[in-house]
């Protein structure tokens, strides 16, 4: 039997694991250089907390389970609920403000489609203990930064900012309320409105609301112009160099009912591909899960949609080497002293190989340049006799003749 990975799953060959450590180094020299720090939770956690933060409807998006101890767990799907947890065992000996990042795997099983699979790697990005929304421009900040540091420019993504309280008085000046305010977020948020024939589903109660859901889609879309707290954010990204990709738009809204103040998407500007990264507020979140009264607020950004997007950009870094040196035994006397002498070259610092036997030199050359090495260093029974080393530069073919103890 042939087997293969699970469907939604990825096999990381070296290629691919070259990509996704590209990526992830960015992504944790940016939020370093902005003072955050490095967390992780366990990917398995309880079901309850996974339902107390969004209901039970999200049991069918999870990989859950009952295990041998009679416990209902899922895989994690999201970073937010574990960071919520963790942050609220310890906020009373944290220092405010509390930064925090994390480059988790999580997993959720859904449909699988382009820029979406059932397990992926993301970068979560959280601030806890502040209300300022300069707190909010400086996770955009961090978001644009290390999409700038990849290669991409304002030609290629767009942030999109809104506030849901915004969206809320708007929906409670033209009559909405109750139960009928979440339903109208997700509406938004996944562009119901915007069907020919709205009263379909759960949107039955619109059917004789047509004025005012013509009146809210003129609303969402004017350009409008910042004020409150969004005014005070875009200042902020002014002043830390980010304004220039960020836009207000009133269909942001993130659909999922913790968000509580400004919001955000970051998309392709082509709109060939899913959103690259999303966030916003939560304010209320740790206390829901049982910790103190700690705002909040963070984002998320996968690297499925991130490398499709680098892929269509032509951004995609080079297979670094695997090599540095090869080191060419020739004959079985130099079998001893080419190992001490590739480890004298891996404690220099550089990658480095032998093959375990000697070969003919120029099969080994031709190993040694597919490994992208730049330098042979070939030892025989002439050279170790001189305590002396051939060293050949693989790009322009020179050879010199170096002292065996110093050869770096």
């Known amino acids: 039997m042939k087997w293969q990975a699970l469907r939604g799953f990825r096999d990381f060959y070296p290629e691919e694991m070259a990509l996704r450590r590209y990526i ?80 988790p795997q999580l997993f959720r099983y859904e449909r699988q489609q382009r820029g979406r699979l059932r397990e992926h790697i993301q970068w979560n990005v959280d601030i806890m203990g502040a209300r300022e929304p300069a707190a909010d421009a400086e996770i955009v900040w961090v978001a644009v930064e290390a999409l700038r540091r990849l290669g991409l420019t304002e030609q290629d993504f767009v942030v999109r900012v809104n506030h849901r309280a915004l969206v809320e008085r708007k929906l ?44 809210l889609r003129g609303w ?18 002014e002043d830390l160099g980010c304004v220039s990709f960020a836009q207000l738009d009133r269909r942001i809204v993130r659909g999922l009912a913790y968000y509580s103040g400004i919001v955000f998407e970051i998309w392709d500007r082509k709109g060939k591909l899913r959103a690259i990264a999303g966030g916003g507020r ?7 899960l049982g910790g103190p009264d700690l705002p909040a607020l963070g984002f998320g950004m ?33 079998v001893g002293p080419a190992r001490r002498l590739v480890r004298s070259l891996r404690d220099a610092g550089l990658k480095t190989e032998a093959p375990y036997r000697p070969m003919k030199v ?28 051939k060293v050949k530069d693989l790009a322009t073919g020179d050879e010199t003749l170096q002292d065996l103890e110093s050869a770096v």
Do not use: N
Request: hydrophobic share 40%; charged share 30%; glycine share 10%.
């Open 24 to 103: 992830e180094g960015v992504w944790h020299d940016t939020a370093r250089r902005a003072g955050f720090q490095e967390m992780d939770g366990p990917p398995l956690e309880p079901l309850e907390l996974y339902k107390v933060k969004s209901g039970d409807a999200i049991v069918a998006e999870l990989y859950a389970f009952c295990d041998k101890g009679g416990r209902d767990v899922a895989l994690r799907p999201e970073m937010t609920p574990t960071l919520a947890r963790m942050a609220g065992e310890k906020a009373a000996a944290l220092p405010r403000p509390i930064k925090w990042y994390a480059v």
């Open 172 to 215: 409670s000046d033209l009559g909405f309320d109750g139960d009928d305010v979440p339903t109208l977020l997700v509406a938004i948020d996944k562009h119901k409105l915007d069907d020919k024939d709205i009263a379909e589903g759960d949107l039955t109660f619109l059917a004789h609301k047509k004025d005012e859901i013509a009146q």
């Open 220 to 237: 969402l879309d004017e350009p409008g112009a910042p004020e409150g707290e969004l005014e005070e954010f875009f200042a902020a990204c």
């Open 282 to 288: 939560y304010d209320h979140l740790i206390q829901k």
């Open 302 to 334: 996968g690297d499925v949609v991130l490398s499709e997007l680098l892929k269509d950009r032509g951004l995609l870094p080079d297979t670094p080497p695997r090599l540095d040196a090869y080191v060419v035994p020739i004959g079985d006397e130099a």
């Open 362 to 389: 120029g099969k080994a050359l031709k190993t040694a340049d597919a490994a992208g090495a730049r330098r042979a260093f070939l030892l025989g029974k002439e050279e170790i006799e001189q305590g002396k080393v």
